[in-house]
């Protein structure tokens, strides 16, 4: 029986016990979204993945400080070399100041992460309100002599770190081979080497998104600002780092040389990715006309989707993949999905009304311990609620009077339900899809009133058709006659 937590390690490439560096508290950052598109599934996983990691080691006692970022800078995915910021790029067309787009986007995240109930981090530093700490470890890294000046720029120099330290070891790609696929430079490039990386970046004339430094009006590289705020906030040495496995390289192996450079040291622990998500077998894109956002999930509105899928079923959804594997969504998928976890809740309401009586023909403490064995195990959520369904197997039985459990059994129980479907797995009861069914009957009777209430006028019935109106209106609803009828809403 394995009763402490193990995590894989991205770096070691292999599964280790955790320790955290400080007893008693961990240290997580987790790279936030880019905010200038609506949140899609692609952040959801991450989001989902990190949330069970924070929700879970709070589970174990640990005091966590969880800091995810929000990227508002802008910049390119890769490398901030060429073309517009992104961010401004979209404030110039939708005529919005950049931090308005930064602020729609922001919100936008915040809600459908509302909706995930996925836990607010401890701290969510933006990076535009870190830039001086981003020069100051340009400034370490400049000083150590692994970044040189060119033209207003900063270029981090790979070739020298490479020298004294294994570029690559994250994501296991080799220096040389590196060299081998990148373009020969064509001696117009400020780079010494097609590998070396922004750390700052000249702006412009038309990159509105700028800051003064003693090198150039400019703008920080994307992989920096995570190494400036990570130490901020967690220490130049700290327990976890997180993100989507997209990001190992060139970000995260990028994160890492810089901290290097910088403090001398390794500042992570353990590094965790997430595996991405697929939709019908297929990776997701704009381009690929299948980026589906959370919004159209939740209401359906997309021509890839059969229904809508509650905030939960996709929550759920994720977690019956462990986090390293791929998850490929299909309407199949997500169908089935939604109904094994109605089960399972439905389970959990079932055991509410179960009376203890005679022996246990559950063992508790096994079915506990086989849950906490795979969590322990990297996260293994999927053989979690493989447990967890054995025992509403149990649970059903039980209900039906053809098993008992006893009243220590039967508490037991309980407590391990609510612990691993709520706490744990932050699912929520279906309130939602009960009020899809609620609200259509609401709307029903309200118009069903405000019909009799047509009827009422038509026949001149004067009293009944004011009462109609005024006993709606104190219950909040404004009501509006209109060319063909009536419109109401309900005032907040
Ligand atoms: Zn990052």
């Given at each position: 029986m394995e009763n402490q937590l193990q995590i894989y390690n991205t770096l070691s490439r292999k599964k280790e016990v955790f320790k955290p560096i400080n007893e008693g508290k961990v240290g997580l950052y987790v790279c936030g979204p880019t905010v200038y598109g609506k949140a899609h599934l692609g952040h959801a996983r991450p989001a989902v993945t990190f949330d069970l990691l924070f929700r879970y080691l709070q589970h174990l006692g640990y005091k966590v400080r969880y800091v995810r970022n929000i990227t508002d800078v802008g910049h390119l995915q890769n490398d901030a070399d060429e073309g517009e910021d992104k961010i401004a790029k979209k404030a110039r067309l939708d005529e919005l100041e950049p931090m308005e787009v930064v602020q729609i986007y922001t919100n936008d995240y915040h809600k459908n992460m509302q909706k995930l109930n996925i836990l607010p981090p401890s701290i969510e530093p933006r990076a535009t309100g870190h830039i001086l700490e981003q020069i100051e470890v340009i400034e370490k890294i400049l000083k150590a002599g692994y970044a040189y000046e060119s033209k207003g720029s900063i270029y981090f120099d790979v070739e020298k770190y490479s020298q004294d330290y294994p570029y690559g070891e994250l994501s296991g790609r080799k220096i040389e081979d590196l060299q081998a696929n990148t373009r020969e430079l064509d001696g117009q490039d400020e780079k010494h080497s097609p590998l070396d990386f922004a750390i700052w970046k000249k702006a412009?004339?038309?990159?509105?998104m700028r800051w003064k430094s003693k090198w150039s009006d400019g703008f920080p590289g994307w992989h920096l600002e995570c190494t400036a705020m990570g130490s901020k906030y967690l220490g130049e040495r700290f327990d976890i780092h997180g993100g989507g496995m997209?990001?190992?390289?060139?970000h995260h192996e990028a994160e890492i040389a810089q901290a290097k450079a910088a403090?001398?040291?390794?500042?992570?622990n353990y590094w965790m990715h997430n595996n991405m998500v697929t939709l019908n077998g297929q990776k997701m894109g704009k381009s690929l006309g299948n980026a589906i956002s959370l919004d159209e999930f939740f209401d359906g509105?997309?021509?890839?989707?059969?229904q809508a899928y509650s905030p939960m079923t996709i929550r759920f959804f994720m977690l019956t993949a462990q986090y390293r594997s791929t998850l490929d969504f299909s309407n199949e998928a997500l169908q089935a999905s939604e109904k094994g976890m109605e089960r399972l809740l439905k389970a959990v309401e079932t055991l509410e009304t179960i009376k203890a009586k005679g022996q246990s023909s559950i063992q508790v403490t096994d079915l506990s311990d086989k849950c906490y064995a795979a969590m322990n195990d990297d996260l293994n959520s999927p053989v979690a609620i493989a447990h967890l369904f054995d025992g509403v197997k149990i649970i059903n039985s039980i209900a039906d009077g053809k098993e008992t459990i006893s009243e220590a059994d039967l508490t037991g129980l309980k407590k391990l339900y609510s612990i691993f479907v709520f706490d744990l797995f932050g699912l929520q009861k279906q309130e939602d899809s009960g009020s899809v069914d609620n609200n259509s009957a609401f709307e029903g009777a309200v118009n069903l009133l405000l019909q009799l209430r047509m009827e009422a006028k038509v026949n001149k019935d004067w009293g009944t058709a004011d009462k109609i109106r005024d006993e709606l209106a104190k219950l909040g609803f404004d009501i509006k006659d209109t060319k063909d009828g009536f419109d109401w809403e309900l005032k907040k």
């Open positions: 412009a004339p038309e990159h509105i997209d990001l190992t390289f060139p403090f001398g040291h390794q500042a992570v509105n997309h021509e890839l989707l059969e």
